[in-house]
């Protein structure tokens, strides 16, 4: 609807709103304090992961002559910094049979036995555009970014074949590639992502979002999916890489910090997108790209944030499509398909959940961007029931939030018992509905196998950090 829901800035050429989106659909639609399903949440803390495109692996450096990008990268950031990263190789490039060398291929296996590193591909040449029409092919001049002789394009083997190299040939034993991540144009037909679906290969990439004061539109957040046809879709990033922040890579070379501001503005007022930290390899060229990651990096984890790995989003996205909501009675409501995607949001002034009367409902939290209710994986249907005006809530401990994938939490008479699941390696869980005061006492393989004492606030909620996957038992003294 153009000249009537959007303009287009005369000066800067982006599209703005006239009209709020948020309230327009939320009126049309008659959807106010409808639960919604929201994946950029996991146990009320935004959503947060990193991946990393393979672009100049091989490549040259300002920082150490002797080293490729790759190994820069891996001893300045990957080795350094506690947080999941699933790092790409393009198989073209390192593979000894096509351009590559058994150097280059070593470091990759050096980078992939990473604890904190997931495995993916790049494709097998680096395709610049998958849609032979792309109106994008005039930017580039060939289609693939490695010129090898009598190659033509074959998508299995950019996908399918490439994914199962780094699997076979650089992954650690107890450790798979299932990733892949789009190229160039990032334009995959349907065919190309069905192949990925039906191969169980979580593939990501495009949807470029900036949303800063050189981008200052909500124009500039994409969506989280792109529709190829009913039922599939590709996936989207969080936020931009350092590509786009950098002109193409031409400088200023540490303009990869300024992500930082659009990270800022999808996530307040309104938790628009998860926290997606996405870069190249060729930063390792220049100490300005490596110290813009730092900074990124030191900003994010300053952040309340539940670190995951990108296959989690991915799947997490995947199956928020697929979720369904029902009003089963007056403030009941059932969440069906929910699968990955754990959340659900309401507005922040919503009546609480009444734990006793919800099925498959760990928790929730209140915060200024809404109240999150957190879902209890591995199971398919959920039921949520808010309290009424009037009714005097006496809620047993419950999840108020978590840095982690929460498999079971389970309150009985004196004891909460939980198995948590965390990408980083220490993560923090906070327990609501406690007596204000109570002192409690945490053990299991969570803490270490110690013995931990902790007392609950004045607001009755009690913390935990410093914690490691596993399980965890609480007694209330």
Not at 400 to 412: D, E, H, L
């Given at each position: 609807?153009?000249?009537?829901?959007?303009w287009e800035d005369p000066l800067s050429f982006q599209h703005k709103w006239y009209i709020d989106p948020f309230a327009f659909l939320s009126r049309t639609l008659d959807i106010k304090n409808t639960p919604i399903p929201d994946p950029t949440t996991l146990n009320g803390l935004r959503v947060a992961f990193s991946h990393v495109d393979a672009d100049g692996f091989s490549g040259t450096n300002q920082i150490d002559r002797k080293k490729v990008c790759a190994e820069i990268m891996r001893d300045a950031i990957f080795k350094t910094i506690d947080f999941p990263i699933s790092y790409s190789v393009i198989q073209?490039?390192?593979?000894?049979?096509?351009?590559?060398?058994?150097?280059?291929?070593?470091?990759?296996?050096?980078?992939?036995?990473?604890?904190?590193?997931?495995?993916?591909?790049?494709?097998?040449s680096h395709p610049f555009f998958w849609d032979p029409e792309s109106s994008q092919k005039d930017r580039y001049d060939d289609r693939f970014a490695f010129d090898i002789p009598g190659y033509k394009f074959d998508a299995f083997k950019e996908i399918v074949n490439s994914v199962e190299f780094v699997t076979d040939e650089l992954c650690p034993d107890g450790k798979s590639c299932r990733l892949l991540f789009w190229s160039g144009a990032c334009d995959p037909l349907a065919e190309h992502q069905q192949m990925a679906n039906e191969n169980g290969i979580l593939a990501i990439n495009g949807g470029d979002t900036l949303w800063d004061p050189a981008h200052d539109s909500l124009f500039g957040v994409a969506p989280l999916?792109?529709?190829l046809r009913p039922g599939l879709n590709q996936i989207h990033i969080g936020q931009a890489n350092d590509n786009i922040l950098t002109n193409l890579w031409r400088g200023p070379f540490n303009g990869y910090r300024n992500i930082i501001e659009t990270m800022k503005r999808t996530g307040s007022p309104r938790r628009l997108k998860p926290i997606d930290i996405y870069y190249h390899t060729f930063t390792a060229e220049k100490v300005a790209g490596i110290e813009a990651l730092k900074e990124v990096y030191a900003w994010v984890l300053s952040q309340p944030i539940a670190p995951v790995w990108t296959s989690f989003w991915i799947r997490s996205v995947m199956?928020?499509?697929?979720?369904?909501?029902?009003?089963?009675?007056?403030?009941?409501?059932?969440?069906?398909?929910?699968?990955?995607?754990?959340?659900?949001?309401?507005?922040?002034?919503?009546?609480?959940?009444?734990?006793?009367?919800?099925?498959?409902?760990?928790?929730?939290?209140v915060q200024p961007e809404g109240m999150y209710v957190h879902l209890a994986p591995e199971a398919t249907r959920a039921r949520l029931v808010l309290s009424k005006p009037g009714d005097t809530l006496k809620q047993?401990?419950?999840?108020?939030?978590?840095?982690?994938?929460?498999?079971?939490?389970?309150?009985?008479t004196g004891v909460i018992q939980a198995k948590l699941e965390f990408a980083k390696s220490q993560g923090r869980i906070s327990i609501g509905g406690l007596r204000p005061g109570a002192r409690l006492q945490a053990e299991g393989v969570a803490v270490g196998g110690k013995r931990l004492w902790l007392v609950a606030d004045e607001r009755g909620i009690g913390d935990l950090s410093g914690?490691?996957?596993g399980e965890l038992e609480i007694r209330l003294q």
């Open positions: 609807m153009p000249d009537y829901a959007y073209a490039e390192i593979d000894p049979a096509v351009q590559g060398s058994e150097h280059l291929m070593n470091v990759a296996r050096s980078i992939m036995e990473l604890d904190n590193i997931e495995p993916a591909s790049h494709t097998f999916i792109r529709p199956d928020w499509t697929n979720v369904r909501v029902s009003q089963a009675g007056p403030g009941s409501y059932l969440v069906e398909n929910y699968g990955a995607c754990l959340s659900v949001r309401l507005e922040k002034e919503s009546p609480e959940p009444d734990l006793s009367k919800c099925e498959n409902v760990l928790g929730f939290d047993t401990p419950y999840l108020k939030t978590a840095s982690g994938i929460v498999r079971s939490f389970k309150a009985a914690l490691s996957s």
